[in-house]
């Protein structure tokens, strides 16, 4: 085939990086070569357009081992010990073909983490679908969930925690992200960096076949009408053999033969070699003819550009290459010394005795296009008042009810039963709680993690929305008593060429900077999704953030069911009565516009830092964040889990009811002490400067206001778990 | 004690039986899949997970592996085998315990606790449990027990029902049969009793921390038994 620019526009590049690609071989590319660009350039691999702000995060601290760069970031938990974490988005073949899309989204992320020796512990989701009304809506939850849960139990490792939104921006594009945790001993981390001359490049794992050719560059543009064409770009998982990859790389890890490691994931075979390569400042030369094949007759540029699941790139130590496959033997995989390292600097590859592909490393790494992309600044919208006459006539536990049973805010029960979160014999808290843990298997020390996004905020105001959505991930770290440590975060936003969703984009990543700087909850890994449109219309900007957290001994964590009648319910945090942006003001008095709550930094790390004093003393019961709906659903949400009521008394302060209970200011947790405690957890509250209010006392099966007005445990419960369930059972 | 746990190339449940059998006292060893001799024991246990992938029917290739023809040989001669969740279905398919499991009848995969009933205490895994209920868990996509009419007035005859899905009270009733299995069968026996399957994990049930403490009973119990 004849390379020319309208073949470069047809692989997704622009025509001045084709013109600049001619310019740095000082050649026409030839087919082969202008694929491995194509997919090196793109947006997915080469963050072209992410680069100049993600730079800004900070990603360094104490706890630090590794941040971005490598296959996931790396933090200390003490004692030897060390967790591997990262997320990653599979939004585009999650939309095309829901089972296969999800489910090597989950596959892809694991190997992630055991490319770097870590054993998988727990898995997390982040998934958003169109509106309920949608008529894919459905269809795609249930293939996602299907698949997520196909993999995920099948690997053996449990799906501890995880968030799902329902919002018409998703309507023609939902988002799965996928999160891994792995544990590895600090002195046994795997890194992708090559390193000496003329060592053998293993292939070991799957066959490469004509699966996923292009998903990369498919997941680098925006989606049309012909999307259903796309489907044979979704790759096609097995997970039993991601089992074994996983069991034969952690049975060679324990060895010293591995230089390097690398899994092919997106772009495959390209951008495995060519990572290691870059990263050791050698080159490397492969072999085409001894990379295993599913298919017959496969070219250079199918095999370079497939994206087959479960395979990785190894180097290994001279002389090592016997001892490594007995072991690949053992466990049916395929293993194959396909290349060698050099000294030329270049990618190097041979099929049928002929070179087939020469390109110097840094062209495609160091020299591929970065773009300082046109943004819009997004202006802090008006406050609206409620009016007096709006709410009036509300009947609160009607519109409690009503809440309970969002969609976003119902009990998620019907998709995380379908995923084994039990295997391991290590959960200690399951989903539905603030946030997943997990012990440390044979230690006294659990592990908590949380996945979190706010998109209605930060389409709000992405400024405070990349806050917020850090603080909350910091928040239910705390409740679940865990100190939070680091955070993953996957950037979804629509088209970087659109200069309000790239101004979405730079002013969310600047949010999220200034709070995880503030919060000491550095950025270690991560990845951006962008073109997460149909046609011109771009998603809500949707930063999900991975956040983990140590617990010292795991008798100390918290639940946040209440425990006990007659102890005391305080809320810890001020309630200044913000209604914009709620889901009262949004789903109850339907005015989709304001700001969203403020976020005071200041107030959420002393708050939070003065929560864990608290648990340190063994003084609280049960926590939990107050985030959508307010101190009403959180409340409502703790009677349900512990089947206890409570009476809740309005503080003497001057917002009204509705206000009070509905508002989504930030910096709040509702906690649960024995009374005779108060005076002790007062004093520590005043000495931090910690507002509280005295909400109420556990009793009952029913939810009491001042008293008065009440709605039975029972029917709270009913409204809060029938929706979802319903709803996938029409 | 001695037990042995195979472990077959897809099992990952296998850690956690191993974890739960030395627990309780148990000296546990892992047993490959592709060996051919058992180590001598008193128990032997096919833990959970998907064996060789399970794209086949669950537990059909594994029931075909090397170690499985002496693990028949061993239940033959009145050996204690019990399979847990895969392992049920690998029994199963080597047609060491009667009948089928059939995809849940939601067609989805479940994983939650689960009330069983114990049905038969008259053989070594249930003798002298002084509960009739106990609190287990249950993670399965492929659960739902079915067998043929003569099959099943087969198994009522000679007893061979373990345990069957019930509420905390012991009350049997569809509402209370998470997948669907034909008179809410939980696990069974062979005739002779010394080989159970089941689709619960006691293994995940051995500690407060976790789900519970049902399966801690279940493994004290067991152990004893076997003295």
């Known amino acids: ?730 | 004690m001695k037990s042995s746990v195979i472990t077959f190339p897809g099992s990952n449940c296998d850690r956690d039986i191993n974890v739960a059998l030395k627990k309780f006292g148990f000296k546990n060893k892992m047993v490959w899949h592709a060996d051919v001799e058992l180590p001598k024991s008193d128990l032997v246990v096919l833990p959970g997970g998907f064996s060789y992938g399970d794209y086949l029917r669950c537990g059909s290739m594994a029931s075909k592996s090397k170690i499985m023809q002496s693990v028949i040989n061993f239940a033959n001669s009145g050996g204690m085998v019990m399979g847990i969740c895969n392992g049920f279905q690998i029994l199963v398919e080597s047609g060491l315990v009667p009948g089928v499991l059939l995809r849940n009848k939601y067609l989805e995969f479940i994983c939650k606790n689960v009330f069983v009933k114990i049905n038969n205490k008259q053989n070594k895994y249930f003798k002298n449990v002084d509960n009739e209920v106990l609190e287990f868990h249950i993670a399965h996509n492929e659960g739902n027990y079915f067998c043929s009419n003569d099959q099943l007035k087969e198994i009522e005859d000679n007893n061979q029902i373990a345990i069957k899905y019930c509420d905390e009270n012991g009350k049997i009733e569809d509402q209370f049969n998470p997948n669907g299995s034909i008179k809410n069968i939980a696990g069974i026996f062979n005739k002779e009793k010394n080989v159970l399957g089941m689709m619960p994990h006691p293994e995940r049930m051995i500690d407060t921390s976790l789900s519970g403490e049902d399966g801690s009973l279940f493994f004290k119990n067991l152990i004893n038994n076997l003295k």
Request: aromatic fraction near 6%; hydrophobic fraction near 35%; glycine fraction near 8%.
């Open chain 1, 1 to 730: 085939m004849i390379v020319n620019e309208q073949v470069a526009v047809d692989h997704g590049l622009k025509k001045d990086e084709y013109a600049k690609i001619c310019e740095l071989l000082k050649r026409t590319p030839n087919i082969t070569e202008l694929g491995i660009f194509s997919a090196m350039w793109n947006e997915h691999c080469s963050y072209k357009s992410s680069r100049l702000h993600l730079k800004k995060l900070p990603t360094k601290g104490k706890k630090v081992i590794q941040g971005p760069g490598e296959n996931a970031g790396v933090i200390d938990i003490e004692d030897n010990d060390a967790i591997v974490f990262k997320i990653e988005s599979h939004n585009h073949p999650s939309f095309i073909e829901p089972y296969q899309g999800a489910a090597t989204g989950v596959g892809g992320i694991m190997r992630d983490v055991f490319t770097m020796g870590a054993r998988p512990i727990a898995n997390l989701n982040s998934i958003h679908f169109g509106s309920p009304q949608h008529k894919k809506t459905k269809n795609l939850l249930r293939g996602v969930v299907h698949g997520i849960g196909g993999y995920g139990n099948c690997m053996g490792v449990p799906t501890i925690a995880g968030q799902t939104s329902f919002d018409s921006s998703y309507n023609g594009n939902i988002l799965v992200n996928a999160m891994t945790l792995g544990l590895v001993k600090k002195d046994k981390i795997f890194y992708s960096k090559a390193a000496g001359l003329n060592k053998p490049v293993i292939y070991v794992g799957s066959k490469t076949g004509r699966d996923g050719i292009h998903g990369a560059s498919m997941a680098s543009a925006s989606f049309d009408e012909k999307i259903e064409e796309k489907k044979p770009t979704v790759q096609v998982g097995d997970p039993f053999t991601e089992k074994l990859l996983l069991e034969a790389c952690l049975e060679l890890m324990a060895g010293d033969s591995i230089i390097a490691i690398q899994d092919m994931g997106a772009a495959g075979l390209t951008s495995s070699s060519i990572e290691m390569a870059s990263k050791g400042n050698l080159g490397i030369e492969i072999n085409l003819n001894k990379v295993p094949c599913r298919e017959a007759k496969m070219t250079p540029y199918e095999i370079m550009l497939s994206e087959s699941q479960e395979r990785m790139l190894i180097v290994l130590e001279n002389g090592k290459e016997e001892q490594a496959k007995k072991i690949f033997d053992k466990w049916n995989l395929d293993f194959a010394v396909i290349g060698k390292t050099t000294k030329s600097k270049k990618i190097e590859l041979y099929f049928d005795e002929e070179k087939v592909a020469d390109i110097p490393v840094n062209t495609l790494v160091e020299n591929s296009p970065m773009y300082d992309r046109k943004w819009k600044k997004a202006k802090l919208p008006k406050k609206n008042k409620v009016k007096k006459e709006d709410i009036k006539h509300l009947k609160i536990f009607d519109v409690l009810k009503k809440i309970l049973a969002n969609p976003n805010v119902c009990s998620k029960e019907w998709i995380w039963q379908q995923y084994d979160h039990t295997v391991m014999g290590d959960t200690i808290q399951k989903p539905g709680g603030d946030a997943g843990v997990v012990r440390v298997h044979g230690t006294n020390k659990a592990v908590a993690a949380s996945v979190d996004s706010s998109a209605i905020y930060c389409w709000a105001h992405p400024l405070t929305g990349g806050k917020q959505v850090v603080c909350e991930s910091f928040r239910n770290l705390i409740s679940v008593g865990a100190k939070p440590i680091a955070i993953t975060n996957c950037l979804n936003f629509g088209s970087p060429e659109n200069e309000e969703n790239m101004g979405e984009f730079v002013e969310c990543v600047q949010g999220i900077g200034e709070a995880s700087e503030y919060l000491n909850f550095p950025v270690v890994s991560g990845n951006v999704s962008f073109y997460n449109q149909t046609k011109d219309e771009g998603i809500k900007p949707t930063p999900a953030i991975g956040g983990v957290g140590l617990i010292k001994d795991f008798k100390n964590m918290i639940t946040m069911d209440f425990k006990e009648v007659d102890n005391l319910v305080l809320v810890i945090g001020k309630t200044e009565g913000h209604i914009d942006q709620s889901l009262f003001a949004r789903t109850i008095l339907d005015e989709k516009n304001g700001p969203p709550p403020e976020v005071n930094l200041f107030n959420e790390k002393n708050i939070g830092e003065t929560l864990l004093k608290l648990i340190d003393n063994n003084l609280i019961k049960s926590a939990h964040d107050v985030s959508l709906g307010g101190i009403i659903v959180a409340v409502a949400k703790m009677c349900i889990k512990g089947k206890k009521g409570i009476n809740i008394k309005k503080p003497k302060y001057l917002i009204n009811e509705i206000e009070y209970l509905f508002a989504e200011d930030q910096g709040r947790y509702i906690i649960e002490i024995n009374k005779k405690n108060l005076k002790k957890v007062a004093d520590i509250l005043n000495k931090n400067a910690v507002h509280f209010d005295e909400l109420g006392i556990i009793g009952g099966n029913k939810l009491y206001i001042n008293d008065k007005t009440k709605v039975t445990i029972d029917e709270l419960s009913t409204s809060n778990k029938s929706w979802l369930t319903n709803y996938m059972s029409k």
